[in-house]
C-alpha cells in the first residue's frame, strides 16, 4: 500500500509562532504517500478528514512524538586518520591555530586524506554516518576539503555521494577546495585558488557539488580570495556557505551576504555590521558549538543580536577530526542550549526548519503536506527532551523519503 496514516501521535511540525515556536500537535496523526516520498496531511486526529484515511495502511504510534528528520547541515565527515596526537598537544598548551602554523592541524589531515584509499575512506566515514543516523538524522551535508587537490577532492566528493547509495539519507555535498593551503603551494595562496577554480570547473562538470563554501581565516583565506571563490561558484549557479568569524572578524559575513549567502557558520567573532548584512540577506547563522566546545573557546556567537534581527539559527555537528570531532546531533542540542543558552525550541528548530533551509531545501524540515516524508518518531513524552538529556538516545523509529528506515524500540 503506498499510503500510510500514523495515528496516536503527537506532531512537532516546526512551524510555529512567538508563542508556540514548535508548532506542537497533541493527539495528532499524520499521512504520508510513500510512492511519492511525500505528506498528505499532518494535523489533529480530530479533524482528519474520513475520506483521506481510507485506503491507508494504519500504524498506532501510541503516544510517540514526531518530527521532521533532523538535519545535520554542516559536516566533513569524509577524512583519513584522526588528531588525537594534536589534542593531547593542545591539551599541553598548544592552539588551534599554533598547531596549523607549525604544518598540523587540517594539514595533517590532508596528508592522511590524500593517503587512503576510496574504499578506506568510505569504510570509516560509514561507521560516522551510522552513528548520526542512529539518532534519527536523514539529511547531511558533506564538505570536501582534506584533498585540496582534483583527484583526492574528487575522491572524497565520491565517497560522500556513495555514502547515499548505501544509507538512508540524503547527502548534499559541498565543494571546500578553499579549506587550507596544500604544502605544494605554501606561500602561493593566490595560485593555490587558481587551482581551486579549475577543481570547481572540473568537479560540477562531474556532478559532485551542491554549494561550496570558503573558510575564511587567517589561517584560511582572506575576503579576496574568497570573493573569487564565490564569483566562480555564482558563474556556475552554485549557492555559496562561508566559514565565517570563527576565529578572528574577517567581514566574512558581509562578503557572503554580498553573494546571497546559505548559510554562515561559525560566527563567535560576527560583528553588529556582519549581522545586519545576514538579515538583510536572509542567510542562515550556523552554529557550531561542538568546534567552540573542543578548541575551549570562550567568546560566544552573539545570540542576542541574531535573535533580535530574526537571523533564522542553525546548529550542526562540524564533524571533524580537528575542531569537532562528534557524531551526535543530539550533543549538539544539549551543548546549544547549555553554551550558547539557546532556548531548546531554538535549537530543535536549528536541526529541522533553519538546517533545512541553510542547505537551501524547501521542500523539508517542517511537517506539513507536499514536504518530504523524513520523519522520526521518538518514544519521549516532549521535545524538549531532546536537548535535555546528555549522551542518551531515546528509542526511535525512522521514515526516509516516504520508507520505514529502521530504529530502535517498539515498531509503529
Ligand atoms: O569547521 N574551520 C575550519 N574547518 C573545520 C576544522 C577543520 C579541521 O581542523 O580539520 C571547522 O572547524
Ligand atoms: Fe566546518
Redesign the pocket.
Known amino acids: 500500500m503506498s499510503r500510510h496514516l500514523l495515528t496516536h501521535c503527537h506532531l512537532a511540525t516546526m512551524q510555529g509562532h512567538r508563542d508556540d515556536p514548535l508548532g506542537l500537535i497533541p493527539d495528532g496523526a499524520l499521512i504520508w504517500d510513500e510512492a511519492g516520498a511525500a505528506i498528505v496531511w499532518a494535523g489533529a486526529q480530530k479533524d482528519l478528514p474520513s475520506e483521506l484515511r481510507a485506503g491507508c495502511e494504519i500504524h498506532d504510534a501510541q503516544g510517540a512524538w514526531v518530527t521532521p528528520g533532523l538535519i545535520d547541515c554542516h559536516t ?1 565527515l569524509v577524512f583519513g586518520g584522526d ?1 588525537s596526537a594534536e589534542f593531547r598537544l593542545r591539551l599541553h598548551g598548544a592552539s ?1 591555530e599554533e598547531i596549523a602554523r607549525s604544518g598540523g ?2 594539514a595533517s ?1 590532508v596528508a592522511a586524506t590524500r593517503q587512503a584509499s576510496a574504499e578506506a575512506l568510505l569504510t570509516r566515514s560509514l561507521a560516522r554516518l551510522d552513528q548520526l543516523l542512529s539518532e534519527g538524522v536523514t539529511t547531511v551535508e558533506i564538505k570536501s576539503g582534506y584533498g585540496l587537490r582534483s583527484a583526492d577532492e574528487g575522491k572524497c566528493l565520491q565517497v560522500a555521494r556513495q555514502l547515499g547509495q548505501l544509507r538512508p539519507v540524503d547527502i548534499r555535498t559541498t565543494f571546500l577546495g578553499a ?1 587550507a593551503l596544500p604544502p605544494e603551494y605554501a606561500g602561493r595562496a593566490d595560485a593555490y585558488i587558481d587551482e581551486v577554480l579549475v577543481m570547481l570547473v572540473d568537479l560540477h562538470r562531474q556532478g559532485l557539488i551542491d554549494a561550496v563554501d570558503v ?1 575564511c ?1 587567517k589561517i ?1 583565506f582572506n575576503l579576496e580570495q574568497t570573493e573569487r571563490v564565490f564569483r566562480a561558484a555564482h558563474r556556475l549557479g552554485l549557492p555559496v556557505k562561508l ?1 565565517a568569524e ?1 576565529l578572528s572578524d574577517m567581514d566574512g559575513a558581509a562578503l557572503a551576504a554580498r553573494y546571497a549567502a546559505l548559510s554562515c ?2 560566527l563567535e567573532w560576527l560583528s553588529p555590521s556582519g549581522a545586519q548584512r545576514l538579515a538583510q540577506a536572509g542567510t542562515v547563522a550556523v552554529l ?1 558549538p561542538g ?1 567552540f566546545y573542543f578548541l575551549r573557546e570562550t567568546r560566544l556567537p552573539p545570540i542576542g543580536l541574531l535573535r533580535e534581527l530574526g537571523i533564522p539559527m542553525a546548529l550542526a555537528s ?1 564533524c ?5 570531532p562528534c557524531t551526535s546531533l543530539l550533543i549538539m542540542l544539549s551543548m546549544g542550549c547549555t553554551l550558547f543558552r539557546l532556548t531548546p525550541e531554538e535549537a530543535l528548530l536549528g536541526v529541522t526548519r533553519h538546517a533545512a533551509r541553510a542547505l537551501g531545501l524547501a521542500d523539508r524540515g517542517v511537517l506539513a503536506a507536499g514536504r518530504r516524508a523524513d520523519l522520526v518518531l521518538w518514544r519521549i513524552d516532549h521535545p524538549v527532551e531532546l536537548c535535555y538529556h546528555i549522551g542518551h538516545r531515546p528509542d526511535l523509529q525512522v521514515i526516509q523519503a516516504g520508507l520505514w528506515a529502521g530504529g530502535t524500540g517498539r515498531p509503529a
Open positions: 566533513h588528531r588551534y592541524g587540517i589531515t579549506h573558510f581565516e584560511g566559514h570563527q557558520d561559525h557550531l568546534a562540524d571533524n577530526p580537528g575542531s569537532s
